[in-house]
């Protein structure tokens, strides 16, 4: 995780420290984000570029994009096990609302044992007004200075995910990118929102992952923050 750098003031006189004020926060940081092994479409996504495999159809091609000085910026979801303090498994998910990741060049080394060479991928994370799943951060009950910040922790029983549709304003259901946990449809498991606001959908199937909603207006974007435990629709 990202350590800010918080600048401290000290006051001292006479040999002594006389006291000291927290002055904020001068530096958000970076972190280093690990994956097992190179995913081709992840790279791509974080580089700004794209995967072909038209120009040469057998072949896949990817690329650094080295020449792109302005990343694209990204939500970026990371599910935390953890068991609370009454010996309930359940799951941290931070979600962080802006950020930018740096591509990276596939390494490689004759090293045996698991993973042996894991990429790695510096994130840096910045402020925002809105969270990562599209809520603003002043229609929330958070309270943070300035209505914004640089991510949010949603605790629950299981990981969550997060689908977004932007609305054709004829089609009355989408689908979500797994099957969610709960049928929820009142805004309280569910988090579905309508171009950031908290719009309750006809119904969500669990089985199918269907989301029912009302016909809207073309380029609406609904997302769907949904608890879920990743299995396949």
Not at 91 to 111: C, E, F, H, R, S
């Given at each position: ?75 970026l979801g990371l ?153 396949a629709i």
């Amino acid at each position: 995780m990202p350590s800010p750098t918080r600048e401290i003031a000290t006051f001292r006189g006479g040999l002594a420290i006389l006291g000291q004020r927290a002055m904020g926060v001068s530096d958000l940081g970076t972190f280093d984000l690990t994956l097992a092994a190179y995913d081709e479409t992840f790279n791509s996504l974080c580089a700004g570029s794209t995967v072909d495999v038209s120009t040469h159809t057998e072949l896949a091609f990817t690329a650094p994009n080295m020449a792109n000085a302005s990343l694209p910026q990204m939500i970026l979801g990371l599910a935390i096990g953890l068991q609370n303090d009454s010996g309930t498994n359940e799951y941290l998910t931070l979600i962080y609302n802006n950020v930018q990741i740096g591509p990276v060049i596939p390494a490689a080394g004759q090293d045996s044992g698991v993973n042996p060479r894991p990429q790695v991928y510096t994130v840096t994370p910045s402020l925002s007004s809105r969270m990562g799943h599209g809520m603003l951060y002043s229609a929330s009950g958070l309270g943070v200075q300035n209505n914004t910040d640089v991510m949010v922790a949603v605790r629950y029983t299981y990981p969550m995910h997060l689908t977004t549709y932007t609305d054709d304003g004829a089609a009355t259901t989408f689908i979500t990118g797994y099957r969610p946990i709960s049928t929820n449809a009142t805004n309280t498991i569910n988090i579905v929102l309508k171009n950031g606001a908290k719009t309750n959908p006809t119904s969500i199937v669990d089985t199918t992952g269907v989301v029912t909603i009302t016909a809207g207006t073309a380029a609406d974007i609904w997302s769907v923050c949904y608890p879920t435990n990743f299995v396949a629709i």
